[in-house]
């Protein structure tokens, strides 16, 4: 194994949250949000906020890293950092630039947050609102597809028909999401429960994607506060360690106008080899998964793609039974997830990843060593983080 | 006569010019797509350079409007004030054999909660747009 990892070398030390806010709820602005979250962390890791030296974010997130700075009186900023594009699919490419950030001494308490107030901003499923169009959109906006749902609801109908993965398959993701954020009093659908009824009767979104299938819309902020596994030992008595993280796309994954090379496709399938390689593991020691559900064919790829199931026994792996925590084979999105808990745009996948190493879980998966949490499925460029505890370091 | 119902944001050449030859040719019911002058390859969506060769040399072909149904959709819920009382419609991804299996998107034409299958073959049915600010073209599908 190279040398040039960040395994062992880093730890998260602390994990927070704004309250989360049904769309358009939040009281504050989304500045305000992404303070109190970064609050959260550091109070959590048990550190000053102001000794923060480095900001990560993605999807070109509006808080900027010298105003938060400033905000906080931070008395030196010493590491910014972008990660372009592909939306919700730089949530654990943020993670993972934050570590190589710690990594390579650029700072030594590096943060990375989300901020998404779509009250403030405008909601990302609204299409535009102007009279003309050019570029990309041009191609499909005059033709109805504009927003995330209908780009990602054509991937599926391609999916299902290619490999027979079943309505059910799809049902089980969303049932079990919801029947996470139950227990989970962070969670904007805690007291709605799901059942097969009801999402058999909602209503069509944009075939083949129900109302349970499609991601939330929502206000809120998360933070998750990396340091060197040295230093965090000394701050906190539960460093959980990124064993690897990952990010990009395949060949032309970035191509317009539902042109990528290999169509029905995550975005993972070149990510993936990478991550297990430098994580040191491999799917069969992954104890609890977290698979960004901007819609659920997308999960049904990403775990595919992840070697958590395959193409031919995905029907019957991805049950209710087997997706729920503590007693299914393959517990999945056990805060509820970006269906049930809220839409903070996959880091909240993150932090949940996260929680599960530490024990702090709303639905814990006793002896969780290793857990993985992806970002993005079937955008141009995707990313997943693998956690363990110590032990899983080797 | 058009599918969707008016309202909808008018596609216009990119600014800087790319595939001004796109929307030329469908205002003259021509399908066109880039074609490498020197490696021969079809590329789609449009850019400035071939991805197989990386030659600067494109030119832009017209190819035969059919293909075939590669994927669809159908939109219920409306994200635009114009689909509000627009109700279901169908979307169809179209591939081109004749053109290195490139895929393009429209709306198929007739009943929007027809059965659309998967590998049936198509034809593109130009739909004109002649009162906009910009006259445009758009390319919808019908089955063969």
């Given amino acids: ?39 959260a962390a550091a109070a959590d890791a048990g550190i000053d906020a102001k000794s923060i030296d480095g ?39 943020a993670i993972g630039n934050a570590a190589a950030a710690v990594t390579a001494g650029y700072a030594d308490c590096v943060v990375a947050f989300r901020g998404l107030a779509q009250g403030q901003f405008g909601r990302f499923g609204a299409g535009p609102r102007r009279a003309t169009i050019s570029g990309q959109g041009a191609y499909t906006v005059p033709y109805g597809v504009m927003s995330p749902a209908q780009t ?16 059910s398959t799809l049902r089980a993701i969303s049932m079990a999401a919801y029947h996470h954020a139950q227990n989970n009093p962070r969670a ?26 499609v991601c939330l819309e929502n206000d809120g902020a998360a933070a998750v506060i990396v340091m060197s ?20 796309g395949g060949h032309r994954s970035g191509a317009g106008v539902h042109n990528q090379t290999d169509y029905v496709t995550s975005s993972f399938k070149t990510v993936v080899p990478h991550l297990y390689a430098q994580a040191g593991v491999g799917p069969a020691d992954v104890d609890v998964v977290q698979s960004y559900e901007n819609f659920t064919g997308g999960v049904v790829m990403s775990l595919i793609e992840h070697g958590l199931c395959t193409y031919e026994n995905a029907n019957e792996v991805l049950t209710f039974d087997n997706l729920v925590a503590p007693t ?30 530490r024990g702090d879980s709303p639905n814990p998966v006793a002896g969780a060593k290793v857990s993985l949490a992806n970002a993005g499925p079937m955008v141009e460029v995707v990313s997943t983080a693998i956690y363990g505890t110590e032990e899983a370091l080797g | 006569m058009s ?43 449009p850019e400035w350079m071939c991805h197989g060769c990386h030659s600067f040399d494109l030119s832009w072909v017209a190819i035969e409007g059919t293909g075939r149904i590669y994927s669809w959709e159908r939109p219920y ?68």
């Fill in chain 1, 328 to 357: 299914g084979s393959l517990p999945l999105n056990t805060s509820g997830g970006n269906l049930a808990e809220c839409y903070m745009h996959g880091l909240g996948l993150q932090i949940e990843a996260i929680r599960q190493i």
């Fill in chain 1, 188 to 213: 904007v659908m805690q007291g709605r429960p799901l059942d097969a009824e009801t999402y058999d009767a909602s209503r069509w979104i944009v075939e083949p994607f129900r109302l349970y299938d």
């Fill in chain 2, 77 to 144: 819920h409306p994200v635009h004030p114009a689909l509000t009382d627009q109700g279901p419609y169908l979307v169809v991804l179209v591939e081109f054999p004749q053109a290195d299996n490139l895929r393009m998107l429209g709306n198929m034409i007739g009943d929007p909660l027809q059965d659309v299958i998967i590998g049936s073959e198509v034809e593109a049915v130009f739909e004109d747009h002649d009162d906009a600010e910009v006259p445009y073209t758009l390319v919808q599908w019908r089955c063969v």
């Fill in chain 1, 1 to 39: 194994m190279s040398e040039l990892t960040i395994k062992g070398k880093v730890a998260v030390v602390g994990v927070g949250e704004s309250t989360y806010y049904k769309r358009a709820q939040s009281p504050e602005p989304e500045f305000t949000l992404v303070l109190r979250a970064i609050l």
């Fill in chain 1, 152 to 167: 990602y609801a054509m991937r599926t109908t391609r999916l299902m028909h290619d490999h027979d993965i079943d309505r």
């Fill in chain 2, 3 to 45: 599918y969707l119902a008016k309202g909808l944001p008018a596609p216009v050449p990119a600014p800087d010019g790319l595939d001004a030859p796109y929307w030329e040719g469908t205002r003259q019911h021509e399908l066109r797509v880039q074609r490498c002058d020197d490696c021969g390859q079809h590329q789609w969506g």
């Fill in chain 1, 55 to 93: 900001f990560c974010s993605y999807s070109n997130d509006r808080n900027l890293p010298a105003r938060l700075a400033n905000a906080l009186g931070s008395p030196e900023l010493r590491f910014s950092n972008m990660q372009w594009g592909s939306g919700g699919g730089g949530a654990a490419a």
């Fill in chain 1, 229 to 248: 596994a040295e230093r965090a030992r000394d701050v906190t008595d539960r460093p959980v360690y990124p064993l690897a993280v990952q990010q990009g």
